[in-house]
């Protein structure tokens, strides 16, 4: 799987309240709706600058805080196609998965807001295309990739009626 | 070469020897949802094409952070909950039984040994208790009401050990405020932390919860210390079920150890909007406060009520400041109101609200005001977090949070217990 979008770039500690705040997520299962107020306490206008494929790229301990899977799925009906982070809260990154969002670990320090971004999924390459530059995300997990291939946990435990089965996870 | 207490509860819930790293899938004894995250598990669980419950001893459902419910939203939800609970006669604990991490213990539902999942990051609680538990999200939980199984990474585990005997005035909330700030807000991710040392084995278990609570917060999947005799008394009043206690060895391979000595320790304040971002009191200028809140799965428990009595006994709540309590749970208002703490509180000027999550996530009972600086017993700081993203949370303990909503800015709670 290749993705292309531009790099919407934050810092360190993106916590899932910044990410989509505790007063709309408990209002209601429509994520188009929670998708309007991604990341509004941080960049009030930040969902009308995504357009559909967009990455967000950040620093360390992306999605810390709780466990709101609402996170992961505001940022995808925003728009966001994936997230590229030095690392990743661990709750957040299983719900990513889960939900089929792309989640990738790589030294982010060098892109910059605006670039437009090429990543390959299967071999972790990800190329910010107006620097020329090639950075390599650790790989993910078998399992994970599965997942991801299949849009998520829920259409992969559908079709499949159990885990994928894999050696390496978290 | 031994092992901790997470991959020794994995081989146990797995039947496979296992070590930090390996990557297994393993039978869930507990499965908790609260009104933040179930209907969407249940919205999961019906996506997934889900027909019944594994088990339906096994999962509970909890509502606690909207109750009773502020909107006409929300109340859809939650009766999509009730009716879910009622269809696949799940329990479920109603509005005003109180905060699902408190109920989780006190209701007896986990017991030492458990691998236990919660939709809600601070399921880690229930590690002061030696149980394994862990924060997933709605479509997690929607799998494991569907199979009772979940894929785990074992973590590897650091080891903590806590020396000394705390100063007075000093509580089990000043520790892991200070570890947070001494540690970093992503310090242990991915990992494993065993408490461990005098400080711990002095500390009642209620106060115990209190550190595993925000294991979560320096980035931890668990939160675990050992079960003594005082763990398994606390657990034997509360549940029937039978259990065997876990022990890590005493060769068991540590990531890292850290040692701490707590001999003089302060009370400690966790600025706004990083939990990491730690003063002790005796560092900081004057903060004025118009808000003091204590209550939550962190700090909203007996001996958290009792203190904050005893400091505001005979005593007026500063005019600014609004002083909310939220009692952990019904059996703990009970317990404050026989014992006249509730009396003593109300009369010094502060408000109780209904027994839950109170105004910690933001959606009611005590949305602060633009620019108001608000000082809490709960776990996180974050901007926005209380639903006012121009308001200043500041974290401590109930000491601090109580000795401060008196005077109307940060308090050093000390000078109140004589």
Known sequence: ????????????????????????????????????????????????????????????NFGCGSSREQAPRALLASGIRGIVAVTFARIFFR???????VALECDTSQIKNGDEIEVDLASGKITDLIQGLVIHAAPLPDVMIQILNEGGLISYFKKHGSFPSASRSR | MGKTIAEKI????TGIPVKAGDMVIARVDMAMGQDGTTP????????????????????????????????????????????????????????????????????????????VIGADSHTCTYGAIGAFSTGVGSTELAVVMISGQ????????????????LPRGVYSKDIILYLAGQIGADGATYQAIEFAGPVIDRLEVEERLTISNMAVEIGAKAGLMTPDSKTLDWVKKRTNKPFEPIYPDPDAMYQKVLTFDCCELTPQIAFPHRVDTVKSIDDIEEIPIREAFLGTCTNGR????????????????????????????REIFLKALQKGWVETIVAAGGVFVTPGCGPCVGTHQGVPG?????????????????????????????????????EGKITDPRKYLG
């Open chain 1, 95 to 101: 719900n990513a998965i889960n939900c089929g969002l």
């Open chain 2, 370 to 406: 633009d620019g108001w600086n608000v000082i809490s017993t709960a776990n996180r700081n974050f901007k926005g977090r209380m639903g006012n993203n121009k308001a200043f949370i500041y974290l401590a303990s109930p000491a601090t949070v109580a000795a401060s909503a008196l």
């Open chain 2, 302 to 329: 007996a001996v958290d009520i009792e203190t904050a009595a005893r400091i505001v006994q005979g005593k007026k709540v500063h005019p600014d400041v609004r002083f909310i309590v939220a009692p952990a749970s």
């Open chain 2, 150 to 165: 979940l894929w785990f990474k074992v973590p590897e585990t650091v080891r903590i050990n806590l020396e000394g005997k």
């Open chain 2, 40 to 115: 969407l598990a249940i919205r999961s669980f019906e996506e997934m094409a889900g027909k019944k419950v594994f088990d339906p001893s096994r999962v509970v459902f909890i509502i606690d952070h909207n109750a009773p419910s502020p909107l006409e939203s929300i109340s859809q939800l939650h009766d999509i909950m009730r009716k879910f609970a009622a269809e696949h006669n799940l329990t479920i604990y109603e509005i005003g039984y109180g905060v699902c991490h408190e109920l989780m213990v006190s209701q007896g539902l986990v017991v030492p040994g458990d691998l």
């Open chain 2, 10 to 13: 994995f081989e146990r819930k």
């Open chain 1, 1 to 60: 799987m290749i993705l292309k979008g531009k790099a919407h770039v934050f810092g360190d500690d993106i916590n899932t309240d910044y990410i989509i705040s505790g007063k709309y997520k408990f209002k209601t299962l429509d994520m188009n709706e929670l998708g309007k107020h991604v990341m509004e306490d941080i960049d009030p206008n930040f969902s009308q600058k995504v357009k559909p494929g967009d990455f967000i790229v950040a620093g360390k």
